[in-house]
């Protein structure tokens, strides 16, 4: 984990959030793709950030989404499938998920992903403000463990870097099955002052957003009996 101060608006350094890097050898196809095509993706914070991201990407798209900590890149590779004209930025520290995701835009010919592979908070801090429409945080670690609460993703410094990058009216979206968390989450976007919780009515946050496809963690999360749950914040 990179331990880089923080900006000055952040007095607290980072902290771990994300758990192994690496868990088993990658496949020799998965290796191929690490050393041929992450390099042509992958994006270089030692650079100044474009004051337009349609500059990271082929096809000049005018609509850029983030996903944090995308896993195996399942629902980042269908949403940029889904949508050529969005550019899509991804961050996952985890080796075995980039190789995952390179295969997937090696197969279907994506030219709209830009992958960052490391923190989040860094990438975060890399963007422009009021650059993307919308922040995707899907099935995060939980923590469940009090003591390791404060490593959680969902924190004041990271709501502000949240804030800091979205446009106005755009949207943070979190999912997750663990109650505690989704309680915590509530709470923090509910006492930070620039998000707005769009449910309207008390099933919307049970119900899947349109065009969902489920992921691996949410069909292990029905096996196991947990309901989960989709948070919509809007940037005010």
């Known amino acids: 984990m990179n331990d880089e101060s923080p ?3 952040h007095p607290t ?3 771990a959030v994300f758990g192994r890097r690496k868990a088993k050898p990658l496949k ?18 030692s650079e100044q950030a474009p004051e337009d991201l349609a500059g990271l990407f082929a096809g000049n ?10 896993g195996g890149g399942e629902h980042l590779a269908r949403e940029a499938e889904r949508f050529p004209e969005i550019g899509f930025i991804g961050a996952e520290p985890f080796v075995n998920g980039v190789a995952k995701l390179l295969v997937a835009i090696e197969e279907a010919g994506l030219v709209n992903i830009r992958i ?4 989040a908070e860094t990438l975060l801090d890399w963007l422009p403000a009021s650059s993307l429409a919308r922040v995707d945080l899907l099935y995060p670690d939980p923590w469940p463990k009090k003591r390791h609460w404060k490593r959680r993703f ?3 410094a990271n709501l502000d870097r949240i804030a800091r990058v979205l446009k ?3 949207e943070f979206r979190f999912a997750s099955d663990i109650a ?7 709470r923090h976007c509910a006492v930070h002052g620039a998000f707005e919780w769009t449910a309207m009515r008390a099933a919307d946050w049970h119900e899947p957003w349109e065009g969902w496809q489920r992921t691996r963690y949410e069909d292990k999360a029905y096996r196991e009996g947990r309901r989960p749950a989709y948070l919509i914040f809007r940037r005010v």
Not at 116 to 119: A, E, I, K, L
């Open 61 to 70: 798209p005018g609509t850029f989404r983030l996903e944090i900590g995308f």
């Open 116 to 119: 960052h592979d490391s923190d």
């Open 7 to 9: 900006p000055a608006s």
């Open 180 to 186: 505690h968390y989704v309680n915590w989450t509530l």
């Open 154 to 156: 969902v924190n004041p």
């Open 13 to 15: 350094r980072r902290r």
């Open 28 to 45: 020799m196809s998965q290796a191929d793709l690490y050393d041929s095509l992450l390099p042509r993706l992958k994006l270089h914070l």
């Open 168 to 170: 106005p009216g755009g």
